[in-house]
């Protein structure tokens, strides 16, 4: 059964020319020494559907441009589309992507108009909140999952290894001692560098 092509529940008029285009996303992956390239498939782009038509007269070209094409082109909302080109594909929702109208004065009181469609994707639900956007009803330590923990019984007595400086005490002292006879070891060199030099006046 043919279907009439209809946006938006608009039936498309005097239609010329339809084409969708469907295409791969793939990414080339040139190779050293390999013939060819490997290819990465990125998955389906999304289809368009290019319309092109006609009008006759100032009366079609107005309802052309008031109609709710234009108003959902320039809302920039999804709309439905149907259409036998696209009846095998999983083409539901489109957006209009262009939308143009063109007079030529060759052809009088002929109008030619253009829309492109491109199929429209429902956005990904948003990720849930990371640790840092903790729902107000729920605390944190049922978020990390710490209420299953037994904090306290993690903790380790840490042994009593007293005064770490007791040990090395004497040999702090001893050392003490002999620094202070070293210094009676320069008395003799002060006494040297102070005398006068030899023939002096």
């Keep these: 059964m043919l279907i009439k092509p209809m946006i938006n529940g608009w039936e498309i008029p005097r239609i010329s020319n339809i084409q969708s285009q469907e295409s791969r996303r793939l990414l080339r992956l040139p190779v050293p020494g390999l013939?060819?390239?490997?290819?990465?498939?990125?998955?389906?782009?999304?289809?368009?559907?290019?319309?092109?038509?006609?009008?006759?007269?100032?009366?079609?070209?107005?309802?052309?441009?008031?109609?709710?094409?234009?108003?959902?082109?320039?809302?920039?909302?999804?709309?439905?589309?149907?259409?036998?080109?696209?009846?095998?594909?999983?083409l539901e929702q489109v957006i209009i992507e262009t939308l143009s109208l063109e007079e030529n004065a060759d052809y009088p009181g002929q109008f030619f108009y253009f829309i492109r469609?491109?199929?429209?994707?429902?956005?990904?639900?948003?990720?849930?909140?990371?640790?840092?956007?903790?729902?107000p009803d729920l605390s944190l330590d049922i978020e990390?999952?710490?209420?299953?923990?037994?904090?306290?019984?993690?903790?380790?007595?840490?042994?009593?290894?007293?005064?770490?400086?007791?040990?090395?005490?004497?040999?702090?002292?001893?050392?003490?001692?002999?620094?202070?006879?070293?210094?009676d070891l320069f008395t003799p060199l002060e006494s040297l560098f102070d005398s006068p030099p030899a023939g002096g006046d």
């Design 35 to 90: 013939s060819g390239d490997l290819h990465q498939d990125l998955g389906r782009g999304a289809l368009v559907v290019d319309i092109s038509g006609s009008l006759y007269g100032d009366e079609a070209r107005d309802e052309f441009l008031t109609e709710n094409v234009r108003k959902a082109f320039l809302e920039a909302q999804p709309v439905d589309f149907v259409a036998d080109i696209v009846n095998e594909s999983e």
């Design 144 to 183: 990390l999952g710490l209420d299953l923990l037994d904090l306290p019984g993690l903790l380790v007595p840490l042994p009593d290894i007293g005064d770490l400086l007791q040990p090395i005490e004497p040999a702090a002292q001893t050392l003490k001692d002999v620094l202070a006879g070293a210094a």
């Design 117 to 135: 469609l491109r199929e429209y994707t429902e956005p990904p639900e948003p990720a849930s909140p990371g640790l840092g956007l903790v729902a």
